[in-house]
């Protein structure tokens, strides 16, 4: 699985996007809680009733390899405000960002790939300024997209679809690194 999605959706890659994509995202409705975070963690405190499987935490550290924003093609999507940041990141106007760095996806916007060696990178993928590491070009203004893998519906819905995502993607940084708690992981999910 990838940051990008090959039919609108995530596909089962690392980053690219699915019907779960993060612009889509609505936050939790919640009755006098703050957050959607506060909202998953107090549905999961008490006798364990609804806690996720990874209640305890989950295990990533980005290794800068780059697979998520490779692969097959696929869509990475971003909201308006998104695109306003990117193009102030790289400092142009943002009709002419949409114009040089993304294509028209039937109403939507996605950011444009390139083929390299038999696989789609995202355009903003670099792979030669640092030797053995795979670099966001837009790192600071990435879309949110993009800021919350791995923490998708599809990726964690069961360990099952974790270890697949893992496997497929392939992502090293999976079950490496530090542990995230739930609440992070909620935050990431809901873009609470």
């Not at 609804?50 to 990533?60: Q, V």
């Not at 800068?64 to 142009?92: H, I, K």
């Not at 590491?133 to 790192?139: D, F, N, S």
Request: hydrophobic share 35%; proline share 8%; charged share 25%.
């Amino acid at each position: 699985m990838s940051l990008r999605s090959s039919r609108g959706a995530r596909s089962p890659r690392a980053g690219r996007a699915t019907s779960h994509r993060a612009a889509d995202r609505r936050p939790v409705e919640t009755a006098g809680v703050e957050s959607a975070a506060e909202a998953a963690v107090a549905t999961t405190d008490g006798e364990g009733a609804g806690a996720p499987w990874y209640s305890e935490g989950l295990r990533f550290e980005c290794t800068q390899c780059g697979n998520c924003c490779s692969g097959p093609p696929g869509a990475v999507w971003f909201t308006p405000q998104e695109a306003d940041l990117m193009a102030r990141e790289l400092g142009l106007a943002t009709t002419e960002f949409l114009e040089r760095y993304t294509r028209r996806v039937g109403a939507r916007r996605s950011l444009k790939e390139l083929k390299i060696d038999g696989r789609f990178d995202c355009v903003f993928l670099d792979r030669s300024s640092r030797p053995g590491k795979a670099i966001c070009g837009i790192y600071r203004a990435r879309p949110s997209q993009c800021r919350s893998w791995p923490w998708w519906p599809e990726v964690v819905e069961s360990p099952e679809s974790w270890a697949e995502t893992k496997r497929r993607t392939p992502c090293p940084g999976m079950d490496a690194g530090p542990v995230h708690p739930l609440v992070e992981i909620t935050i990431g999910l809901t873009g609470a």
